[in-house]
């Protein structure tokens, strides 16, 4: 797929432009509100320790609080989370603004920003998860990702601009109350959004024990398919982290002893960050349109590699620029790769969760290198330190990718995700969320079929659930064992059959076989039971379709 077909269809899907929109806007807003904050505790207190510790109190509930967020990600509606945490952070930003503008106590504001903190810690695990359930096939979520940290990066760019603006023209009020209008933006936005389990919230009585069998089915699933890339990504999660947190510390070091050069060079190192970040996001979309994401995984993280390198290495201003943005860009791709991996491999039932557990330890590696890091460099030196930093990357990307493996290259092909968008139309899977049936249509496989061949043989054991997609087959039983079958119907494109077995554990009870060559999509049966039990109105349709006579298990 082409990079400009696959961003043109992007576009051309309403609730996620809406989505990526609205949450643009107020990132904008949150570069305001942190420009603003800073300033306000360093006015008031004209104390640089205050200052640092205002900012490690804001990374503190990222640490406790992540991961429950995460539960509560996969536990409750995602759309609604995401509301009750812009909603709640807008009121809190209007009050402090009302307490700058009264110059009300220190404290008090900073408490409340720690609070905002709070709420933000369930954002990044639901927006996480709940992005990937409005795109309409795995395809658009490569894009979606890469329009997504583009997006944020240009905020990152414009955000503080603006703050600088509005705080010379009106001071500090403003830039709080701006950020709360945004909120109140984009909750208009999400509120008009789809919910991903409108289905379920639907389901007839009984779907709240489904839902316990979906999620103990996914968990099953992810023990035994994707814990081990799970971990590669973490690991990838860890080591730039780590190296980034770092990072941002060793700016001040780098800029005054290694350049030469006043503090102020610092801001340029920055804002070389965040142009780097816009130019790794943009470049990202030219690999996440393809399967295989093991190689730009790679890429990202040798340019994350060479451009920390490079700094330790550099001793002028331009070269250290340059370096800054390679070195950004770098994390950028292997952000936006993994993620797309990541919403690939992990089922959407247990994405929240996930995303709790890698933010949680991805934050304490980041607070870990703005430790360790300037530690390091009044040891060793800030060149060696960064040469340091820059192997570790290599030495942490290769053994996360051979942790992630094949998974990496788990793309859908075109035919796959044309064959997955007609089953999406079958009316069997009528209302189910095109989100679930990509998430398990992605696991099937399709099957080119020789006249005669028996698929399922009555009396067998029950493993697969398959969709015709061309062909005719016949439907075959034996009442007695060593009677001669009777033939009961015929199937043709869009029938499925083997399903009876999977639904009630029993046997084949039917023969079916190939009157003609044909293809079939064949699903496995533990993506097919997380798929039933994912969607409570799929089973009994499936057994009231067997009833009717237009199916076989």
Same mark, same amino acid.
């Given at each position: 797929?082409?990079?400009?077909?696959?961003?043109?269809?992007?576009?051309?899907?309403?609730?996620?432009?809406?989505? %990526? #929109?609205?949450?643009?806007?107020?990132?904008?807003?949150?570069?305001?509100?942190?420009?603003?904050?800073?300033?306000?505790?360093?006015?008031?207190?004209?104390?640089?320790?205050?200052?640092?510790?205002?900012?490690?109190?804001?990374?503190?509930?990222?640490?406790?609080?992540?991961?429950?967020?995460?539960?509560?990600?996969?536990?409750?509606?995602?759309?609604?989370?995401?509301?009750?945490?812009?909603?709640?952070?807008?009121? +809190?930003?209007?009050?402090?603004?009302?307490?700058?503008?009264?110059?009300?106590?220190?404290?008090?504001?900073?408490?409340? =920003?720690?609070?905002?903190?709070?709420?933000?810690?369930?954002?990044?695990?639901?927006?996480?998860?709940?992005?990937?359930?409005?795109?309409?096939?795995?395809?658009?979520?490569?894009?979606?990702?890469?329009?997504?940290?583009?997006?944020?990066?240009?905020?990152? /760019?414009? !955000?503080?601009?603006?703050?600088?603006?509005?705080?010379?023209?009106?001071?500090?009020?403003?830039?709080?109350?701006?950020?709360?209008?945004?909120?109140?933006?984009?909750?208009?936005?999400?509120?008009?959004?789809?919910?991903?389990?409108?289905?379920?919230?639907?389901? @007839?009585?009984?779907?709240?024990?489904?839902?316990?069998?979906?999620?103990?089915?996914?968990? =099953?699933?992810?023990?035994?398919?994707?814990?081990?890339?799970?971990?590669?990504?973490?690991?990838?999660?860890?080591?730039?982290?780590?190296?980034?947190?770092?990072? !941002?510390?060793?700016?001040?070091?780098?800029?005054?002893?290694?350049?030469?050069?006043?503090?102020?060079?610092?801001?340029?190192?920055? @804002?070389?960050?965040?142009? #780097?970040?816009?130019?790794?996001?943009?470049?990202?979309?030219?690999?996440?349109?393809?399967?295989?994401?093991?190689?730009?995984?790679? +890429?990202?993280?040798?340019?994350?590699?060479?451009?920390?390198?490079?700094?330790?290495?550099?001793?002028?201003?331009?070269?250290?620029?340059?370096?800054?943005?390679?070195?950004?860009?770098?994390?950028?791709?292997?952000?936006?790769?993994?993620?797309?991996?990541?919403?690939?491999?992990?089922?959407?039932?247990?994405?929240?969760?996930?995303?709790?557990? +890698?933010?949680?330890?991805?934050?304490?590696?980041?607070?870990?290198?703005?430790?360790?890091?300037?530690?390091?460099?009044?040891?060793?030196? +800030?060149?060696? /330190?960064? $040469?340091?930093?820059?192997? %570790?990357?290599?030495?942490?990307? %290769?053994? =996360?990718?051979?942790?992630?493996?094949?998974?990496?290259?788990?793309?859908?092909?075109?035919?796959?995700?044309?064959?997955?968008?007609?089953?999406?139309?079958?009316?069997?899977?009528?209302?189910?969320?095109?989100?679930?049936?990509?998430?398990?249509?992605?696991?099937?496989?399709?099957?080119?079929?020789?006249?005669?061949?028996?698929?399922?043989?009555?009396?067998?054991?029950?493993?697969?659930?398959?969709?015709? %997609?061309?062909?005719?087959?016949?439907?075959?039983?034996?009442?007695?064992?060593? =009677?001669?079958? @009777?033939? $009961?119907?015929?199937?043709?494109?869009?029938?499925?059959?083997?399903?009876?077995?999977?639904?009630?554990?029993? @046997?084949?009870?039917?023969?079916?076989?190939?009157?003609?060559?044909?293809?079939?999509?064949?699903?496995?049966?533990?993506?097919?039971?997380?798929?039933?039990?994912?969607?409570?109105?799929?089973?009994?349709?499936? $057994?009231?379709?067997?009833?009717?006579?237009?199916?076989?298990?």
């Amino acid at each position: 797929m082409s990079v400009l077909r696959a961003y043109r269809g992007l576009l051309s899907n309403g609730p996620l432009v809406r989505l %990526l #929109g609205g949450e643009f806007v107020s990132s904008i807003g949150d570069w305001l509100y942190l420009v603003a904050l800073l300033i306000v505790v360093y006015q008031v207190s004209q104390d640089p320790l205050i200052l640092g510790i205002v900012g490690a109190a804001r990374i503190l509930p990222y640490v406790l609080l992540s991961i429950p967020a995460g539960i509560v990600a996969d536990r409750y509606e995602r759309r609604f989370v995401l509301l009750v945490t812009d909603v709640a952070r807008g009121v +809190i930003m209007l009050v402090i603004a009302w307490l700058v503008a009264v110059d009300g106590p220190l404290l008090a504001i900073v408490l409340l =920003a720690v609070l905002a903190t709070c709420f933000s810690c369930f954002f990044g695990p639901t927006i996480g998860a709940y992005l990937p359930n409005l795109v309409r096939d795995e395809n658009e979520l490569g894009p979606a990702n890469s329009a997504w940290s583009t997006l944020d990066n240009l905020a990152f /760019v414009i !955000g503080p601009s603006i703050a600088a603006i509005l705080i010379g023209l009106s001071g500090l009020t403003l830039a709080f109350v701006l950020n709360a209008v945004s909120f109140a933006f984009v909750a208009l936005v999400l509120w008009r959004l789809p919910s991903e389990r409108g289905e379920r919230d639907v389901a @007839a009585p009984g779907a709240d024990a489904t839902e316990d069998e979906a999620a103990e089915t996914s968990e =099953a699933r992810l023990d035994r398919r994707t814990l081990i890339p799970l971990a590669g990504l973490g690991l990838i999660d860890v080591v730039t982290g780590f190296v980034f947190g770092g990072l !941002g510390v060793l700016t001040v070091i780098l800029a005054v002893d290694q350049l030469g050069l006043d503090e102020a060079a610092t801001g340029y190192l920055n @804002a070389a960050v965040g142009v #780097g970040g816009i130019i790794g996001a943009v470049g990202s979309s030219a690999f996440v349109v393809r399967p295989a994401l093991r190689v730009p995984l790679v +890429i990202g993280a040798l340019g994350l590699a060479v451009g920390v390198a490079a700094l330790g290495l550099t001793s002028s201003l331009a070269p250290a620029l340059l370096a800054m943005a390679l070195a950004s860009a770098g994390s950028l791709l292997t952000e936006v790769v993994s993620t797309t991996i990541f919403q690939r491999t992990v089922p959407s039932a247990l994405r929240g969760r996930a995303l709790g557990s +890698i933010a949680t330890i991805s934050t304490l590696a980041y607070a870990a290198g703005s430790l360790v890091l300037p530690v390091a460099a009044g040891i060793v030196g +800030i060149g060696q /330190v960064l $040469l340091a930093s820059g192997v %570790l990357v290599v030495v942490g990307s %290769l053994v =996360a990718v051979w942790l992630i493996g094949s998974t990496g290259d788990h793309g859908p092909s075109a035919e796959l995700t044309t064959a997955a968008t007609r089953v999406a139309a079958l009316t069997v899977f009528a209302g189910v969320p095109a989100s679930r049936l990509a998430d398990a249509f992605s696991r099937a496989v399709e099957l080119e079929v020789a006249p005669g061949t028996v698929v399922v043989r009555q009396g067998e054991a029950a493993d697969r659930f398959y969709v015709i %997609l061309a062909g005719t087959f016949d439907v075959d039983r034996a009442e007695t064992e060593g =009677a001669v079958p @009777a033939h $009961l119907r015929t199937l043709g494109q869009d029938d499925v059959f083997g399903e009876i077995g999977l639904l009630t554990g029993s @046997a084949r009870t039917a023969t079916v076989s190939a009157t003609a060559a044909g293809r079939l999509l064949a699903l496995d049966a533990p993506e097919f039971l997380a798929l039933v039990a994912s969607a409570a109105e799929v089973g009994p349709r499936l $057994l009231a379709i067997h009833r009717g006579g237009a199916t076989s298990g």
